[in-house]
């Protein structure tokens, strides 16, 4: 799945009580259940692709079925064989080969796995890397963040050099550098905006450019508007506005570009708990082609739909 920009209109609000859609069954194993999860995938026709993150699997919820989910990577307990995954952080979908792309951050590693029913075992694509995010531009180049090297890197299926795209200078909070990098979003331009998750900031570093900018954030640690705290998942819109996963602040924050002095709460910020206009540590983002958006709500165990108004 490509970085997907969203059209949303200017003026757009959200219902502030979710629905939950996956999950929200307490922590555990079972296929109505999610332990943690990370990253997920909104597709066409409203399915989701969660990454269930303790269970060491992805799960593939449908639309409307929010009793069960199915699992459709891992799930095999956590090891290192092409059939199980340890820890995933994030997934996206080629369209293309209909595959799978997975963060397999406990491994080290990025794989594949095929869509197709009775798939037993992924492929390796990407080895020795502490992968935690993913994207995809248009061409179908992968964007990997490594946690460990402080960088992002662009890949091409099928050969084994990679671009620097972002940081690798060292771990720091220079405009060249990255803190533990998460979540990525690539836009139209190939700009990679990244979560630079011990820096409290969004970075975005325009195609080519040796340092980013400070497009969300980079305030310190606080819960101001001008502040993030640990951000996750984020998603950009046609109209370059930036959505962002404010994980540590339990809310769903939205900044206009050029104008990165302070954003605003759209969803959640009402303390950490378990009610329907609250998160318990926010990490993945996704929005369906009506502008609905979905959240995975790590500590819940659960996936929330906020339906736009």
């Given at each position: 799945m490509f970085s997907l920009l969203v059209n949303i209109s200017a003026n757009a609000n959200w219902v502030q009580n979710g629905v939950t859609v996956a999950g929200g069954n307490g922590a555990g194993g079972a296929t109505n259940q999610l332990n943690q999860p990370y990253g997920l995938v909104v597709n066409d026709d409203q399915t989701l692709v969660i990454v269930d993150h303790m269970n060491?699997?992805?799960?593939?919820?449908?639309?409307?079925?929010?009793?069960?989910?199915?699992?459709?990577?891992?799930?095999?307990?956590?090891?290192?064989?092409?059939?199980?995954?340890?820890?995933?952080?994030?997934?996206?979908?080629?369209?293309?080969?209909?595959?799978?792309?997975?963060?397999?951050?406990g491994n080290g590693r990025?794989?594949?796995?095929?869509?197709?029913?009775?798939?037993?075992?992924?492929?390796?694509?990407?080895?020795?890397?502490?992968?935690?995010?993913?994207?995809?531009?248009?061409?179908?180049?992968?964007?990997?963040?490594?946690?460990?090297?402080?960088?992002?890197?662009?890949?091409?299926?099928?050969?084994?050099?990679?671009?620097?795209?972002?940081?690798?200078?060292?771990?720091?909070?220079g405009l060249n550098q990255?803190?533990?990098?998460?979540?990525?979003?690539?836009?139209?331009?190939k700009n990679v905006y990244v979560s630079d998750w011990n820096n409290n900031r969004v970075m975005k570093w325009n195609k080519g450019a040796k340092e980013g900018i400070v497009v969300a954030g980079g305030q310190g640690q606080g819960n101001a508007l001008t502040q993030l705290y640990y951000p996750q998942g984020i998603v950009v819109d046609t109209l370059g506005r930036l959505y962002v996963a404010d994980s540590w602040n339990h809310r769903v924050m939205r900044w206009t570009q050029g104008d990165k002095k302070q954003g605003s709460v759209i969803?959640?910020?009402?303390?950490?708990?378990?009610?329907?206009?609250?998160?318990?540590?926010p990490f993945g983002l996704g929005f369906d082609q009506h502008g609905n958006l979905y959240v995975t709500d790590y500590g819940n165990h659960r996936v929330q739909r906020f339906s736009i108004e």
């Open positions: 060491h699997r992805i799960m593939q919820w449908e639309n409307g079925d929010t009793t069960n989910g199915q699992v459709v990577a891992g799930g095999n307990g956590e090891g290192n064989g092409l059939n199980q995954l340890k820890y995933p952080t994030d997934v996206l979908i080629d369209k293309e080969t209909g595959s799978l792309i997975i963060c397999d951050w990025v794989v594949r796995w095929s869509r197709c029913s009775g798939t037993k075992q992924g492929e390796l694509l990407i080895d020795s890397l502490q992968c935690s995010g993913l994207a995809m531009d248009e061409q179908r180049y992968l964007y990997v963040s490594d946690w460990h090297t402080n960088e992002v890197r662009r890949y091409r299926f099928g050969e084994e050099t990679a671009t620097l795209v972002a940081g690798g200078n060292g771990q720091g909070d990255l803190n533990n990098p998460t979540y990525l979003f690539v836009d139209g331009q969803v959640g910020g009402n303390n950490s708990g378990a009610g329907a206009n609250q998160f318990n540590y």
